[in-house]
């Protein structure tokens, strides 16, 4: 017999959408993020830019990864090469 239920919807007991993103630039470091957004993002509770954001949502590492070089790739500049991309 079922005595309680519970569900988390993304944010609703847990907000880790700041340590995802943390993670996600603490990745790619302050080497390889534009320093203006950077700043934007360390100011801002590390949250990271919408149009990046929602391409994430509800991704697994595995699927995002890919998602956030090419990002980085197309919007920052940031170099592809075999060692980011592996």
């Known amino acids: ?9 993304d944010g609703t007991l847990l907000d880790t959408e700041a340590l995802s993103a943390k993670a996600i630039l603490e990745v790619l ?10 700043k934007e993002c360390q100011e801002d509770n590390v949250r990271m ?6 391409q994430l949502l509800g991704l697994r590492g595995s699927e995002w990864a ?3 070089i090419k990002y980085a790739h197309e919007k920052w500049n940031v170099p592809l090469d075999d060692t980011r991309t592996a």
């Open 29 to 38: 470091g302050p080497s390889l993020v534009p320093a203006r957004v950077w």
């Open 66 to 68: 890919p998602k956030v």
């Open 49 to 54: 830019p919408w149009e990046l954001k929602k």
């Open 1 to 9: 017999r079922i005595k309680a239920v519970l569900f988390d919807l």
